[in-house]
Structure formats: C-alpha cells, structure tokens
C-alpha cells in the first residue's frame, strides 16, 4: 500500500486540536472541559508521532516526548479532578458559569 | 572672650522661663529676667571699659575688633557665611543702651504686671527679645544681622501679641509681622546684592570693599540697571528693610498698632530698641552708603524728613496717650535718619553720624522714660484716652516730675539730654541741606507742641482729676526705674559723643552750639507755649481750633488715611483683582485638568470593565486568539 502524505495526518492532529478547543471553550461541564483538553494533548501526540515517523525515522526522539506527554496528561488530569472537587466542595456544582468570582 | 555672654544670659534666661517658667512663682521668674539682664549690663560696662581703656584709641581712632569669627555656613572655599562679633563704639553702645532698658522695663514690669496669669511667659519673651538685640548689635556678619533681625521680629510679634484673647492685638501683632516682614524682602535681596558684589558678607570685609575704589566696588558702580549702580541698589534695598524695622513712611503703618501690647514692651521695643535696628542698619552699612554717590543717602534723608514731619503732624491730633508717643517715636526715628543721611564720612562731615547715634542712645532713655510713666498714668485712671486724663499733677507727684523731664528732654531744651542730641542733628543738617533743616526745625517745634499738649493735658487741664478716689500706691520697682532713666535723660547729654562714636572711629571735633541753636530753643519755647496756652486749663481753644482748621485737621486726624489706603490696595486690588482670579485658575483649570484626568480615566474603565466578567472560557477565548495572533505575526510577518 502506498504511504499516507504527512499532511493528511497533520489534518487530523489540527482538527483534533481545534475540536478539543471548541470542546474547552463551549462546554459547561468542568469534567467534560477535561476531556476536551485531554484530546488538545492527544493531537499533539499525534503531531509528533507523525513527525518522527516521517522526518527522523531512525530516532526515537518523538515517541520519547510523546510517553512524556501521556504521563504528564495523566498527573495534570489528576490535579485538576483534585480542583474540580474542591471547587464542588464550596460552590455545589461543577458549572464553569458559577464559578465566575476571578471578575471586576 | 566674655563678649558672648552678654547675649547668651538672657537667652539663658529665656530658655529656662519658657520651659520651666509655670513651676517657678512670678517674682522668681521676674528676678530671674532682672538678674540676667543686670549680668549682661555689667558685662557690657565691663567690656567697654576693656574696649575703652586698656585697648583704647589706637593711632587716633577707635578700632573695630573682630572677636570669635567661626564659619558657620561654607558654601565653597570662596563663599562662607561666618558668625563673628564685631566691637566698636557704635555697637558698645549699643549694647549699653539695650541692657541698660531692658533692665530698667522688666524692672518696672515686676510691678506693672503684678497679677498677670502669664507672668514667666511676659518674662521669657522679654529676654528672648534682649537676646535677639544683643545679638543683632554685636554681629559682625551681614546675614547674622539678618538672621537676628528675624529674630528680633518674632519677639516683637510674641510681645504684641501678648493679650493675645484680644482680637485687636492678635490683628497689631500680625499686622507688625507682616510690614516688617515684606521689608525684609527687600532686605535679603540687598543682602544678596550687596555680598554677591563684594563677594564676601562679613561685615569688615564688605565696608573695606565697598567704600574704597576696589574692584569689587568698581564692578559693581559699573553694573548699571535701571539707572543706577548695583551697589546703590543693594543699599537701598537695604534701607528698605530699616525703613520696615524702624517705621519709616510709608512701611510705618504697623508702630501705632503695635502700641497694643504692655507697655513696658511699648517702652522696650518701640521706643529705645527694636525701632532703632534700622538706623544702626545704616549706620553700620554708612561707609558704603557714603561711597556709593548721592543717591542712597539722600533717599534716607529725604524718607527720614519726611516722615519726621509726618509723624509729627499726626501725633498732634492723636488723643490716645501711646499712640501719640507711638508717632513721637516715629518722627524722632526720622530725625536719626536725617541725620544719617545729611551725613558724610571724613573730619567734621562725620557729624550727621554721630548725631544721629547721639540721638539714639539719648531718645533710649527720655522716650522709655515717657512710655513708663504713661503706663503708670494708664494704670492709674484704666484707660488710653486723654479725655480720662487731667488734672493728675497732685496724684502722681513723681510721675508728674518725670514725664515732665521727658518732655523737656524731648523738646530739646537745654541742658536736659535731647538738647544736645538734637542740636547736633540740626547742625548737620543745616550744613547739608537748607531745605532738610527747615523740615527738621519745623518737625521739631511740633515735637514741642504735641508733648506739651499731652503733659498739660494730662496733669493740669482740669483741676480735679475725674473719677480718682485715692492716692495710688507707690512700688519702689516701678518707681526706681522712671527715677534712674529721668536721671539719665537730664544728664546724659554731656556725654562728648561725636568724641566716641564716629563713622571712621576718628574723633569729630564737637562743634559750638552757642549761635546757632538760639533759634531752634526758641521754636522749641512757642511750642511750649502755644501747647500751654490752649491745653493748660480746660477751656473750648483746642475743639475750635480744630473745627477752624476743618478738612485739614480731619485728614491729619485720620493718619492721612494711609491704612484706608492700604487696606484698598490689598483687599480691593490684591485679593479680588489677583488672588481670587488666580485661586479660581487653580481650582477649575489647573485642579479641574487633574480632575478631568481622572474623570476620563473612570469612564473608559466603566466601560471596559466588562473585559474581565469572570467566565473562564471567555479568559480562555482571549488567551487562544492572542496566541494565534502572536503565531502568525511571529511565524509570518516578522522578518529580523
């Protein structure tokens, strides 16, 4: 079979990217927020992934960023479940529109 | 040397009544006022006998002495204020005139201001006062005088203002303050003009400087603006400050006011000492004065003339017993300074000086004499008015005899002190200026007039004195002094004083008076008279005389209306013309700019506040664009 361009796969990446940003920016949900930005950083992997394969096929230095990238997701996702709590604690929702006191 | 101590006790004495004066009971804080000022007047006799005799003339002249010259303020190795004192006979007399009075006043004050709730106050001010004098006199530098000129200010506002529950003495003591004060601009800027051109300040230095054809001198005759040199512009910026300190016409308006203070003040200040700084101003000043063309000094003959016969005419009409003394001052200052400016330097010219300096030490004794006795006359019957007065020549017998002697003393009758004093002063202005001496002879026969007026007004008049129940009791504090200085006043015109104090320190010859003071003697009598035939039995001759002489005497009565116009021109054009058109500049305009300023600022952050609504995502949406835009400018546009 013939090789997939490098292009089509940054197509994807960018709109997996986009996606999760429309996601971030559209939804109320904090946890869906979260998922949102996990696919953010999961088109970033792909980003890179792509870019090893193509470009340095003899290195492994994009896959290395890319395990990087998948443990940090997981530690930063854990903090910030551990924020969406304590934020339930004082505010009894996780709407992101009732926790609006960062204002004038 | 134990000069400095001759102010440094009464500034003792100061310091220890203000701070502990509440604790200390009113006779002590008196006899300590009283002892300080007898140490310092023993210091002074000391010190000139020191001067007098064991230094003594030397190669003819009395020298100058500078003692404890300390720089105080360097500026750079070329420029440096220093404090020093400087002796010569004109400041040793000075000195013994000013301790001398003020022993004497706070003497009398122990008495007179019996039962005052503020005495150790009344007390610390004085001494305050004596120090400033003191220090004013012995400085040798020209911003020391300067300094202790301001000095002698405040005390003179402290003393004025000293009923200060009285809004009339609040306004006189302000009032005072505030004259002398704005001729004292004029003072520092001759300062400054005077030791920017002989670059130095000390006093022996600058005369040397400015009354030689030195460089400094030349430069500064060259430095012509608006006319006249620089250096006569110094000086009579200058004489300006004197003419302020010393109630000259027209910065004059404060003295009368002034009287509202105690009048043992009355008697320290404005009669013996603070009204005579300007005239030892320019007598300490005289050899440039003298070198710098005729300008300068006929400007002070002129202003002294004038306001001589100013005062003189006002001080006919006045009814209150201090403010016609007030104006004697006044004139008597003018003949000082007439006499100064008739002066010249050199031989028999020098008279002007030293009868002006004549004057001064004898006007200390007879016009502190009056006030002393008129402060027992207003004790005795509670008030300043002359209508309360008469007939009071049984009651007080001792005060009737000394104000009689002050009077005579004042009128220039011989042999009591004025005589001497005044003839000279005649004298020199005769030689100098016809037209000066026939202002000065006419002032002096109404010098004559309006004493006599207030002696027979006071102790004949009525044959009766009205409301007078008993003889007053008589105190050996207020008694002793009006004795010492009656003494003084009749004898003290023997002093051979042109021999003493000189312009140049060269003896002037004294010179026959026999002829030429006939005339004058004789003026001096038909005041005498016409005061006694209208003022010593009470009848209608002065009240018709005054309606007969109509608008006249109303404009003299009224002070020539000199304070209606200054009042005008401070509140009617100062304050409405420039001072509430500028306050209103400041508030709307320059403030209203600030204002606006932040007003604006206020505006565009209302509407701009809704930028940060506290919704996450809108924060999220900004950050992302910035970010893209950012990217593409970077990636893109930006081309190093």
Redesign the interface.
């Known amino acids: 079979m013939s090789e997939i361009p490098l292009t089509h796969i940054l197509f994807v990446s960018t709109a997996l990217f986009f996606i999760g940003?429309y996601g971030?920016?559209?939804r109320r949900n904090l946890i869906t927020m979260l998922m949102a930005i996990e696919l953010i950083l999961n088109s970033v992997n792909i980003n890179f992934l792509a870019f090893n394969r193509y470009l340095h096929p003899d290195q492994l230095h994009g896959v290395f960023f890319s395990l990087f990238i998948i443990t940090i997701a997981a530690a930063e996702a854990a903090v910030a479940i551990a924020v969406i709590i304590n934020l339930y604690r004082t505010h009894q929702s996780i709407d992101?529109?009732d926790?609006?006191?960062?204002?004038? | 040397m134990y000069i400095a101590w001759i102010p440094l006790l009464p500034l003792a004495a100061f310091v220890l009544l203000g701070c502990w004066g509440k604790r200390l009971r009113p006779v002590t804080a008196g006899w300590i006022g009283i002892l300080t000022a007898l140490g310092s007047l023993l210091l002074a006799i000391l010190a000139t006998y020191h001067y007098g005799v064991i230094v003594g003339p030397q190669a003819g002249r009395f020298p100058e002495l500078l003692l404890m010259k300390f720089a105080w303020l360097p500026f750079n190795s070329q420029l440096s204020i220093d404090m020093s004192i400087l002796l010569d006979p004109a400041s040793l007399m000075m000195i013994l005139v000013v301790c001398f009075v003020s022993l004497m006043v706070q003497l009398f004050s122990l008495g007179y201001m019996r039962g005052e709730q503020r005495f150790s106050t009344y007390y610390a001010f004085l001494s305050l006062f004596t120090f400033s004098m003191l220090g004013l006199v012995l400085a040798g530098n020209l911003f020391e005088i300067y300094i202790f000129w301001e000095l002698v200010g405040l005390s003179s506002y402290l003393l004025i203002g000293f009923y200060f529950t009285r809004p009339t003495a609040v306004a006189a003591a302000k009032k005072a303050f505030i004259v002398t004060r704005f001729a004292d601009l004029g003072f520092l800027i001759g300062i400054l003009i005077l030791g920017l051109g002989a670059q130095t300040l000390d006093l022996h230095t600058l005369l040397e400087r400015l009354s030689t054809p030195s460089v400094q001198a030349q430069h500064m005759n060259s430095t012509i603006f608006l006319g006249m040199s620089s250096l006569s512009w110094g000086l009579i910026l200058v004489f300006v400050g004197g003419a302020g300190k010393s109630a000259m016409f027209p910065l004059h308006v404060w003295l009368p006011d002034a009287m509202e203070g105690p009048t043992p003040v009355s008697a320290l200040i404005h009669a013996a000492t603070m009204v005579v700084a300007g005239v030892y101003l320019v007598a300490r000043l005289f050899p440039a004065f003298s070198y710098s063309g005729p300008t300068p000094l006929g400007l002070v003959r002129y202003v002294g003339a004038g306001s001589a016969l100013l005062a003189a005419a006002i001080a006919c009409t006045q009814t209150d017993i201090k403010r016609v003394l007030a104006y004697s001052t006044m004139s008597q200052i003018g003949f000082m300074m007439l006499a100064l400016g008739s002066s010249g330097l050199g031989g028999a010219k020098e008279l002007g000086y030293s009868a002006s300096l004549f004057h001064l030490f004898t006007h200390a004794f007879f016009k502190s004499l009056l006030f002393l006795a008129a402060g027992i006359i207003i004790h005795q019957v509670h008030s300043n008015e002359m209508e309360a007065m008469g007939g009071l020549r049984k009651a007080l017998p001792l005060t009737h005899i000394c104000f009689l002697i002050g009077c005579l003393a004042i009128a220039g009758i011989p042999p009591f002190a004025g005589f001497f004093s005044k003839e000279n002063i005649l004298l020199a202005a005769f030689q100098a200026d016809r037209g000066i001496y026939l202002a000065a002879l006419f002032s002096s026969g109404l010098t004559s007039f309006y004493m006599f007026r207030l002696y027979f007004h006071i102790f004949w008049w009525k044959s009766q004195p009205a409301g007078l129940t008993s003889r007053p009791k008589a105190e050996w504090t207020m008694g002793l002094p009006l004795l010492v200085l009656a003494s003084c006043s009749s004898i003290a015109g023997l002093v051979p004083f042109p021999r003493l104090v000189s312009a140049d320190g060269y003896p002037v010859a004294e010179q026959p008076l026999g002829s030429f003071s006939v005339l004058p003697v004789l003026v001096s009598f038909v005041g005498l008279g016409i005061a006694s035939f209208l003022y010593a039995r009470e009848t209608e001759r002065p009240r018709k005389l005054g309606q007969q002489l109509g608008r006249f005497y109303r404009i003299i009565n009224h002070k020539f209306y000199i304070d209606e116009i200054y009042l005008f021109v401070t509140r009617d054009v100062i304050v409405k013309g420039l001072a509430a058109p500028a306050a209103w500049v400041d508030r709307r305009i320059v403030d209203g700019f600030i204002n606006g300023l932040a007003r604006s600022t206020a505006w565009v952050s209302q509407r701009i506040r809704g930028l940060q609504s506290g919704r996450l995502q809108q924060y999220m949406m900004y950050f992302f664009a910035g970010l893209a835009v950012l990217a593409i400018v970077i990636l893109y546009l930006w081309k190093p």
């Open positions: 940003l971030l920016l559209s992101v529109e926790a609006g006191e960062m204002k004038f």
